[in-house]
Nanobody, 122 residues
Framework: QVQLVESGGGLVQAGGSLRLSCATSGLTFRYYTMAWFRQGPGKEREFVAAFSWSSDDTRYADSVKGRFTISRDNAQNTVSLQMDSLKPEDTAVYYC???????????????WGQGTQVTVSS
């Protein structure tokens, strides 16, 4: 059974940093593109960042480019999201996702975590 478990969320002031982690099990991690999505209050879920398994390529939403960094550890089967210079509009539930495809983008994920809350105060 595939499981993705996020951790690291919390409350932080604007300008601060948080690091999210996603621990995975039940899948051959090194052959999955991993991604982070988020859903803010009253908003639809949106793509944040992704890391391809096949080429080390990454992709970011324009809204987080230069502030967030996605990384993966194939030995530990984990993916992380370092979030710096946080803004109140980054407040959302952040979800980890896995997809058996090569392209790091917003589509094609069939395994999801339960999410972790990130709240950025002004």
């Amino acid at each position: 059974q595939v499981q993705l478990v996020e951790s690291g969320g919390g409350l932080v002031q604007a300008g601060g940093s948080l690091r999210l982690s996603c621990a995975t099990s039940g899948l051959t991690f090194r052959y999955y593109t991993m991604a982070w999505f988020r859903q803010g209050p009253g908003k639809e879920r949106e793509f944040v960042a992704a890391f391809s398994w096949s080429s080390d390529d990454t992709r970011y939403a324009d809204s987080v480019k230069g502030r967030f960094t996605i990384s993966r550890d194939n030995a530990q089967n984990t993916v992380s999201l370092q979030m710096d210079s946080l803004k109140p509009e980054d407040t959302a539930v952040y979800y980890c996702a896995a997809g058996a495809h090569k392209t790091p983008g917003p589509y094609g994920y069939n395994h999801w975590g339960q999410g972790t809350q990130v709240t950025v105060s002004s």
